[in-house]
């Protein structure tokens, strides 16, 4: 029996991703849509949280597919009218504020799963499994990519809260953060940020263990979504943002599984269970980076 769900937020990523793993997914049925805008076809549809809420009692679970500067306010209000409440990501504008959801969502015996869908990448499970127990040598994280074909027009990213070009890079710090066998910290990083803008468009961090990240959003063509890890037992790579796992240069098998029909899969077990999923190791690289940063002001930028 497929559980009723509501897609909240219906853009770029929920018609990409979202609609298509709902339409497949053994464990859900798309029930409901809130957008001021977006609708599914054949779909009941909202303008408005509220009014989604009253109307539906229904549809036990929602999924949040807007940025995050709207996303706490949405999450909170479906957490306090009982509903389990799975978030894009990157969780949140802050930490509090998804510290705050999780909170309420454990006093109210509710699922708050805060999903990573990089994580759910074909490779990430063998390259966590292959590093563990090794010794971490170094590594290098390259994540370069075309804003203007990723996010047309999405004006939010370089807006507070938006986090400019580590809305793709913490793809790799989700990546990172589950598979190295001990956390490491940020210990530098450079942020270019536009003239025009609030949020960096590229930046070089220096993480513990000599791991460097270099990320720009100015990167034409086919993006570089790479990490590159030296062990004593030799080299992993996990190219195509964890999707294609490398190890001293030869390719491994990974799961079969695609990202989002894993991310709803995983939220369907976490409602069975009873259980909240909130790990916030990746945002708080994104926040140390935001807060010991240099800021060097560059060229402004244009959609
Ligand atoms: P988007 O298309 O700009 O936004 C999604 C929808 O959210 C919009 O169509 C809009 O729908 C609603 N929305 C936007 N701003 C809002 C606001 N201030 N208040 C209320 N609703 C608002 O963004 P997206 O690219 O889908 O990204 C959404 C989230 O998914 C982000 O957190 C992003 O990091 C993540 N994500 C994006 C991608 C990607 O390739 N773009 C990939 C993976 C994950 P209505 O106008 O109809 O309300």
Request: net charge negative; aromatic share 8%.
């Amino acid at each position: 029996m497929r559980a009723p769900i509501a897609l909240v937020g219906i853009g770029k990523i929920a018609r990409d991703q979202h609609v298509p793993a709902l339409a497949a997914s053994p464990d859900w049925a798309l029930a409901a849509t809130v957008s001021r805008h977006g609708r599914v076809e054949g779909v009941d549809a909202f303008e408005r949280m509220v009014a989604f809420l009253a109307a539906r009692p229904d549809v036990g679970a929602v999924s949040l597919a807007l940025p995050p500067q709207p996303r706490f306010a949405h999450a909170e209000a479906a957490l306090k009218a009982g509903r389990h409440v799975m978030l894009e990501k990157p969780p949140g504008q802050t930490l509090a504020e998804v510290h705050a959801l999780e909170r309420l969502a454990r006093e109210r015996g509710l699922t708050l799963y805060a999903t990573w869908h990089s994580r759910m990448g074909k490779g990430v499970a063998a390259a966590r499994d292959w590093l563990a127990g090794r010794a971490i040598r170094g590594g290098r994280i390259t994540w370069m990519e075309d804003v203007r074909h990723w996010h047309p027009g999405q004006d939010w990213v370089f807006e507070p809260g938006g986090m400019g070009v580590f809305d793709p890079g913490i793809n790799a710090l989700s990546v990172l953060t589950a598979i190295l066998p001990e956390p490491v910290h940020l210990i530098e990083a450079d942020l270019d940020v536009p003239a025009n803008r609030q949020t960096p468009i590229a930046a070089r961090l220096l993480f513990t263990g000599g791991i460097a990240m270099e990320l720009d959003w100015l990167f034409p063509g086919e993006p570089l979504w790479d990490i590159e890890i030296e062990t004593d037992g030799g080299t992993l790579l996990l190219r195509e943002g964890g999707n294609r796992l490398f190890v001293n240069g030869e390719e491994q098998e990974g799961s079969a599984e695609g990202e989002y029909p894993a991310l709803y899969r995983r939220f369907a077990e976490l409602v069975r269970a009873g259980e909240c999923e909130v790990d916030l190791s990746p945002m708080v690289h994104v926040a140390d980076a935001l807060t010991l940063g240099r800021r060097r002001v560059v060229d402004r930028f244009d959609f």
